[in-house]
């Protein structure tokens, strides 16, 4: 009898989150999502209400509290783990978020969701990967490599930081039969996108056009499957070519 694989991805609500899932399902994946938005109604599999988990990140403890909930819902094992949530505060009428203008608080909160819960969640369901020697993914950026104009200091170093910890979770679990990788998009057209990023996009990406939600899922689902079976601890950059 064929195991139908399972998914689990916070952030799902919209851009790379909401296309990964779709493309999931699509396979005939087992798609769970957690986030603390509500279920989103327009996402078209009949079990995806019953298969979500309201989740803050920004609340460890909260996180911590709720990971027997979240095993038993895995029912054992867990095919993909991908860490797709993400928070990048913004100054006045989107401004970027330098040291000056980045107090503690802002810091704790994009760490606890950027980095922290990612090695919380995959310690947390370290067994159920390793019984299907699952792959993890972790959503990086191209901010984690260099200075942003819209991305504020505070989300580029959780994201720098989380680049280093994908190495570090590949070392530790590669070892358990599960890979983990991380993608960084580059601007990619989603509803969070910020003002001037069409000049980026006309100066400094060499395809001249946005990255597409579906086109991230698609790598994202690639190294999910038995064609990436060698590749861990890689950092993929999805970017038309963005380097400068």
């Not at 769970?32 to 995806?48: H, I, K, L, M």
């Not at 970027?96 to 995959?122: H, K, P, Q």
């Not at 990436?228 to 993929?236: D, L």
Request: aromatic share 6%; with cysteine.
């Amino acid at each position: 009898m064929n195991v139908k694989r399972k998914l689990l991805l916070t952030g799902a609500s919209r851009g790379i989150g909401h296309a990964t899932v779709k493309h999931f399902n699509a396979a005939g994946w087992e798609v769970f999502t957690a986030s603390r938005q509500d279920w989103v109604a327009e996402c078209p599999w009949a079990e995806g209400l019953l298969n979500h988990i309201h989740l803050d990140l920004e609340d460890i403890d909260s996180l911590i509290g709720s990971m027997e909930t979240i095993k038993d819902k895995m029912g054992g094992r867990l095919d993909a783990l991908v860490n797709n949530a993400g928070v990048s505060p913004k100054g006045p009428e989107g401004s970027r978020m330098g040291v000056l203008e980045s107090d503690y608080a802002t810091w704790i909160r994009v760490f606890n969701v950027n980095l922290f819960s990612t090695a919380l969640l995959a310690r947390g369901l370290f067994d159920e990967l390793k019984a299907a020697s699952g792959s993890i993914i972790n959503v990086t950026s191209i901010a984690s490599s260099k200075v942003h104009p819209f991305a504020g200091t505070a989300y580029s170093t959780s994201k720098a930081a989380l680049s280093a910890l994908t190495r570090e979770m590949a070392f530790d679990f590669g070892r358990h039969g599960v890979r983990v990788n991380a993608i960084a998009p580059g601007e990619i057209d989603t509803s969070i996108l910020s003002p001037g990023t069409a000049e980026i996009v006309d100066r400094l990406v060499p395809m001249n056009r946005l990255g597409k939600p579906e086109e991230v899922a698609a790598l994202i689902y690639f190294l999910c499957t038995s064609g990436a079976s060698y590749v861990n601890g890689a950092e993929i950059h999805v970017n038309g070519g963005q380097h400068c």
